[in-house]
């Protein structure tokens, strides 16, 4: 089991590694009380991934609670909505940004962290959970894998609040009407392939029934990578290191693409096709737990999850949510305010309530308010980063990660589009990642040493 860390375990460890390096960014001196009296109020501008007016909503019974408690915060919710993807997001924030506008919080995901950080963004939250000993139930109930997802060069700059994985979802009506049982936990790549092939149908030359579908960026090709032995689409602690070369790399293309033009099991890639697999005629499906929301919304309960299957291991592929602090923040001691109520157990079991995400906190996922939205194999999202004998990696997430995607993308797209060799395409992404690397070298910089 992945143990739990007391807050003052993981501050000695974070210590330590900062130790080993030098931290070039903008460290906060020790947190001090904001400016003016208790009773000025203060605005905290919160940024976030749904329109302002559903964020308010998402987040009222929490704001609410807070702001009784902290009568002189107010909260305001900034949505950066229709970016087009985790990358588009990070682009659209960064313009805001730059062009001034305040912000204080908001929501960063793995794939956004670094970013943040090369940019000088968000701030070290170091001190400041030092001196919050209410953290302490937070972190002796948080997974150690998911508490240092956040950690760069030693500091540590977000704290989860929740999670997603990737798993193989399976519509068990079509596996009975092939005769088939769900697979083993520890199947293997093999055993995946012969499966789609079992649960696939066509009539004549058509594919009336696909057995798999499936989609090549980052979060979606990461798990293949990583279970065939890979760091992932880049590699070395500083994620600057294309890993396109490694034939483990290849022999990842090649098997999704003789799925599609071999084999015939799959549609065309990248579209997630949660329609198809509720209707039947998609019997298996990558996704991590955010497809639930929509199946409870349907009472469609016909589903099934399982780990994914091994290449030459097994590891689960994490991607974080965390509530940073921005360094432009003229009030941090009230955002922090803030992030500590969102990271009580009952708020983030409330986030998780809709079936969207797996909490972060160990009594959540585990908890039978969580467990009872699963009428199958619920006790998998968290168990899927709480052994021993199974690796948990983040996404491949570089400080240009919307470039990385979007040249990755690219090139995939065109070689399941069959216009272009799997060779080629990969050593042509590999060349454009080691050009993105070299045009911003103070990106990849001490700060991650």
């Known amino acids: 089991m992945s143990l739990s860390i007391s807050r003052r375990s993981f501050l000695k460890t974070a210590a330590t590694a900062s130790a080993a390096g030098v931290l070039a960014a903008c460290v906060p001196a020790a947190p001090a009380a904001d400016d003016g009296a208790a009773a000025e109020s203060i605005k905290i501008v919160f940024v976030t991934t749904e329109s302002s007016d559903s964020s308010a909503v998402l987040y009222d019974p929490i704001k609410t609670e807070f702001q009784e408690e902290n009568p002189e915060i107010e909260i305001e919710f900034l949505g950066v909505v229709g970016a087009g993807g985790w990358g588009g997001y990070f682009d659209k924030l960064s313009v805001i940004i730059a062009g001034g506008e305040t912000v204080d919080m908001g929501k960063i995901p793995t794939e956004g962290g670094r970013l943040a950080v090369a940019r000088n963004l ?22 150690a894998e998911l508490a240092s997802v956040f950690v760069y060069g030693g500091k540590t700059y977000g704290l989860p609040y929740d999670y997603n994985n990737m798993m193989i979802w399976f519509n068990i009506t079509r596996l009975a009407e092939e005769g088939l049982e769900m697979p083993p936990e520890d199947w293997a790549f093999s055993d995946f392939r012969e499966y789609a092939t079992a649960l696939t149908r066509k009539d004549g030359a058509n594919t009336t029934h696909y057995g798999f579908s499936f989609w090549t960026s980052p979060f979606g090709l990461c798990p293949w990578l990583f279970n065939n032995g890979l760091e992932g689409i880049m590699g070395g602690d500083d994620l600057s290191v294309p890993l396109q070369g490694d034939p483990a790399y290849a022999e990842v293309i090649q098997l999704l693409y003789d799925m599609m033009y071999v084999d015939e099991t799959v549609p065309k890639p990248d579209a997630q096709n949660t329609g198809n697999f509720e209707a039947g005629t998609q019997a298996m499906m990558m996704a991590g737990r955010w497809p639930l929301s929509g199946f409870l919304q349907n009472d469609f309960r016909d589903w099934d999850v399982q780990y994914w299957p091994k290449g030459t291991r097994r590891v689960t592929e994490v991607g974080c949510g965390s509530w940073p602090i921005f360094l432009a923040s003229e009030h941090p001691e009230a955002a922090w305010k803030f992030e500590t109520k969102l990271l009580q157990r009952d708020s983030i079991a409330y986030f998780v309530s809709t ?38 990696m983040s996404v491949t997430s570089p400080p240009e990660f919307s470039e990385m995607e979007q040249i990755s993308n690219r090139y995939l797209s065109q070689v399941f589009a069959n216009e272009l060799g799997i060779a080629e395409a990969l050593a042509s992404t590999e060349q454009e990642l080691n050009d993105m690397v070299s045009r911003r070298p103070e990106d990849w910089a001490a700060k991650f040493a």
Do not use: C, K, M
């Open 355 to 392: 079936g969207a995400n797996i909490p972060s906190l160990r009594s959540v996922g585990y908890s039978e308010e969580f467990l009872a939205l699963h009428d199958r194999s619920g006790r998998l999202w968290y168990e899927s980063i709480d052994r021993d004998d199974i690796p948990v």
């Open 122 to 143: 968000i701030r070290p939250l170091d001190e400041y959970i030092q001196a919050t000993p209410e953290l302490d139930d937070y972190f002796n109930d948080v997974s």
